[in-house]
């Protein structure tokens, strides 16, 4: 019983990180339309899986649209203790891929 549940569990946080990983299919990553997108990335930035995380999982262009995750409102920003100094990330989902992660709060503007 005890390997099926380690099994279970492993299986589990596989599917979880080849689902943060891998682009969705069809393109646009939820409902709302592109020209709708309320942010964009103002420079080369990387994108994180979790808010303290060391290296990006991806990078995003200058340009990137991006929206908050889970079709909030607003964006979730929090603020990361990074090299002894405090910054803000921010949730957000990359409109063209569906993908979702933590960007630097000063690398996103409003449309």
Not at 53 to 61: I, R, T, V, W
Request: net charge negative.
């Amino acid at each position: 019983m005890r390997k099926v549940l380690t099994a279970l569990v492993v299986v589990i946080g596989i599917v979880v990180i080849l689902r943060q990983l891998l682009p969705r299919s069809g393109g646009g990553g939820g409902d709302v339309p592109i020209a709708d997108a309320p942010y964009y990335v103002t420079r080369q930035t990387g994108v994180y899986l979790a808010t303290g995380g060391d290296d990006p999982a991806y990078l995003l262009e200058a340009g990137m649209l991006l929206r908050p995750v889970g079709g909030a409102s607003t964006l979730d920003c929090r603020p990361v203790l990074i090299a002894g100094e405090t910054a803000s990330v921010c949730h957000v989902e990359v409109v063209l891929s569906g993908r979702w992660g933590w960007v630097a709060e000063e690398d996103i503007a409003a449309r």
